[in-house]
């Protein structure tokens, strides 16, 4: 099992900056990928951006630019700084663990932070 927990996020104005921060624990070893997905109301959740253990990272286009992932292996945790932010951001916001090995996937969630985009 993998615990996350993310913290950051909140109220921001368009153009501002946010930071959402995830922290991993529990059976964490080898290759996997951590990632931040969000969610609108009425809409799906969908992928913003990941990262993998060996650093390779991959955006959604609305976010590349302006979005940055980071993560720390030894510390099991992983960032990501939102700049120039626009209200269509405005979603719950999930740190996502995701591991692929022999006998399956096994994919971990947070529960969640709200980042708000209004004037």
């Known amino acids: 099992q993998v615990q996350l927990v993310e913290s950051g996020g909140g109220l921001g104005q368009p153009g501002e900056s946010l930071r959402l921060s995830c922290a991993a624990s529990?059976?964490?070893?080898?290759?996997?990928?951590m990632g931040w997905y969000r969610q609108a109301p009425g809409k799906q959740r969908e992928l913003v951006a990941s990262i993998t253990t060996s650093g390779s990272t991959n955006y959604a286009d609305s976010v590349k630019g302006r979005f940055i992932i980071s993560g720390d292996n030894a510390k099991n945790t992983m960032d990501l700084q939102m700049r120039s932010l626009k209200p269509e951001d405005t979603a719950v916001y999930y740190c996502n663990h995701k591991k692929v090995t022999l006998g399956g996937t096994f994919e971990y969630w947070g529960q969640g932070t709200q980042v708000t985009v209004s004037s």
């Open positions: 529990g059976r964490i070893s080898g290759t996997y990928v």
